[in-house]
């Protein structure tokens, strides 16, 4: 055992001391080598996690979107609602299966690039097959991704049909409450959305720092290109929804906030009086100035249209409610002072959240797209480097064991044989002759020219040497040349050459699969930090799930408290109403003419108590 183990040290010197006199340069140790292996595969198998994870995400969303929840469902007489929500449906489960077909795409690109490792034929790898394949599959790529971007934009187009069929529906504006709970969960996927671009942003943040100042090719500069635009087109598609989401934002505020415009002693009024007053809002007129306007009003038309432009609707909106607020504090039951500060206030913060999450989603997609970008390059990069590693150790294995087995074709006594008889024979090799069949050759010999080629062939040129070894039975004839041992000497080193070269070939075999085991582990090695990283992410997704739940709670307990001082103002406004009414009707009424109608002594009212305003 101790013999063979120092005989394999030995040809491992052998061939590697030949390897750096050859190319003049020191071999690449197999750690490196292996170094590179693991991070080109870290790097792949971290790509494919980033589009199973992105992939996950968008067929959650897509399914949030267009399957809602059974609270906020449409009822049954909605027109239009339910064809859209299956379109919506079928879209995104078409997207799925694109994604999927692209994740296909990419583990056999990745497939592709480990088959790389393991071709034996240097040849092979010049031919066309692999290229043109290569090529197919990239432009096969490409016409998914942009049949997931149409996909993409008609599922959003659908969205924003259901969500102006839903505004446009007449019950919404009965139910104010049911306004605020779809603003909540749309401000709620907001926040969701940009916490998760948040955390992309974080964690390309280092690769973005390295791959600062590199340059491109031209051919990477067009894929980067390609990549750009693809980006762009999804920004632009996030950018319009995140537009509709806040057009729609100011309508169902001001609906909210329209909803206690007539206090409930105004309505208790009005209703008392609906049977006799021919115009009361019952009726269709245009009683009290259009505080309690019915469905043909001004107020009810503009929530009807949704303000999908978002452009105009809110500015005469806002002038409308400025002039309906102005008439009504000439006359009872209408908004206070304080009211009209409230709502105000509510309108510069909802322009000043409106420009802020503007801003944020432009920064976010720029930092996302020159990360994408960056990163991008980096894996071609790698990629290149790992294909010419492997062409270059291919193209040498051949050489370095063919110069090994042809360095002690000839024993220390044949050499010495030979020098001595160099200065009487006429044909030795110092003369220029075919002395001992060419076993101590020049520089002008088959051996010389043989392993000045390097067999790079790896086919016929070993035969080749061995038929040519053969030419020495010929020399026994003439004198001078070998004898009987000599004979024998040579056909016991042809045996030892042969034993040689398959022992060389065993141990060619056992590095070839000690290499493939260490590939094994340095996969596994990956695969374990992958599950290490995973782990601490979704303990820190748990850790911020609190502070979340707390964030909540103080907005419902802010909201809570602005529903109880608005109680307690309305309240108030009725003790007043009331107060007022009894006091201003208890002596007009009693002194009035008994000819006056119902009519004439309410508006005898509503005078004296303009007067004592």
């Keep these: 055992m101790t013999d063979v183990s120092n005989r394999q040290h030995w040809w491992l010197k052998v061939m590697q001391q030949a390897v750096e006199s050859h190319h003049g340069e020191p071999l690449v140790s197999r750690s490196v080598l292996q ?89 092979s790898l010049d031919g066309g097959d692999f290229h043109e394949e290569r090529e197919q599959w990239l432009a096969e790529k490409s016409v998914l991704l942009k049949r997931v971007e149409t996909l993409q934009q008609e599922h959003q187009d659908r969205l924003a049909a259901v969500a102006a069929t839903k505004s446009m529906s007449p019950d919404t504006q009965c139910r104010p409450e049911e306004g605020m709970v779809v603003l909540r969960q749309k401000c709620q996927k907001l926040e969701n959305d940009k916490a998760a671009l948040k955390r992309r942003v974080c964690e390309l943040g280092d690769s973005i720092m390295e791959l600062e100042g590199e340059r491109f090719e031209p051919k990477e500069v067009e894929q980067l290109q390609a990549l750009v635009s693809t980006l762009e087109s999804q920004k632009r598609a996030l950018t319009s929804q995140v ?63 949704g303000f999908t432009d978002g452009e105009d609707e809110p500015e005469d909106r806002e002038e409308e409610d400025d002039d309906d607020d102005d008439d009504a504090d000439e006359a009872p039951g209408r908004r206070t002072e304080t009211h009209q500060k409230e709502l105000q206030e509510l309108r510069f913060k909802a322009q000043a959240v409106q420009g802020r999450a503007l801003e944020h989603a432009d920064f976010l997609s720029t930092s996302l797209q020159q990360a994408s970008s960056e ?3 980096q894996r071609l990069q790698e990629d290149a480097n790992m294909q010419q590693e492997q062409l270059r150790l291919q193209w040498e294995s051949p050489a370095v064991v063919d110069m090994c087995l042809a360095a002690p074709a000839v024993s220390p006594g044949a050499r010495a044989l030979n020098a001595g008889e160099a200065d009487s024979n006429p044909e030795s090799p110092e003369q220029g002759g075919p002395w001992l069949g060419g076993a101590r050759a020049g520089p002008g010999s088959k051996r010389s020219v043989t392993w000045q080629s390097g067999f790079t062939d790896g086919e016929d040129e070993p035969e080749d040497r061995e038929e040519e070894d053969d030419d020495d039975d010929d020399a026994d004839e003439a004198p001078g040349r070998r004898t009987e041992k000599h004979q024998k000497e040579l056909q016991e080193l042809r045996f030892k050459a042969q034993a040689v070269q398959g022992r060389a070939l065993e141990h060619a075999d056992f590095l070839s699969t000690s290499l493939q085991q260490a590939r094994l582990h340095e996969e596994a090695a990956s695969l374990h930090e992958q599950l290490q990283l995973q782990n601490q992410q979704q303990q820190t997704q748990q850790q911020q799930l609190p502070q979340q739940q707390q964030q909540q709670q103080q907005l419902q307990q802010q909201l809570q408290q602005q529903q109880q001082q608005q109680q307690q103002q309305q ?10 009414t009894a006091e201003t009707t208890a002596q007009p009424l009693a002194s009035a003419p008994s000819s006056m109608t119902g009519k004439e002594l309410f508006h005898g009212c509503f005078v004296l108590c303009n007067s004592q305003n």
Excluded: H, I, Y
């Design 571 to 580: 309240q108030q406004q009725q003790q007043l109403l009331r107060s007022e």
């Design 243 to 305: 537009e509709r989401l806040l057009a729609e934002s100011p309508a169902v505020v001001d609906m909210c906030l329209a909803a206690p415009a007539v206090s409930p002693g105004a309505r208790a009024l009005n209703a008392g009086e609906a049977d006799s007053n021919p115009e009361s809002p019952e009726q269709g007129g245009p009683w009290l100035g259009g505080a309690r306007a019915g469905p043909g009003s001004k107020r009810s038309v503009t929530w009807q249209s």
């Design 375 to 377: 990163l991008k390059w």
């Design 35 to 123: 170094q590179r292996e693991s991070a080109a595969l870290e790097e792949g198998r971290r790509q494919a996690l980033e589009e199973l994870t992105r992939t996950q995400e968008d067929l959650s969303e897509f399914q949030a979107q267009a399957c809602p929840s059974s609270s906020s469902s449409s009822p049954p007489g909605r027109v239009g609602f339910q064809p859209a929500r299956e379109a919506s449906v079928a879209t995104a489960s078409e997207v799925a299966k694109l994604k999927g077909e692209v994740a296909r795409l990419s583990a056999q690109n990745a497939a592709f690039g480990m088959q790389l490792g393991e071709e034996e034929d240097a040849s």
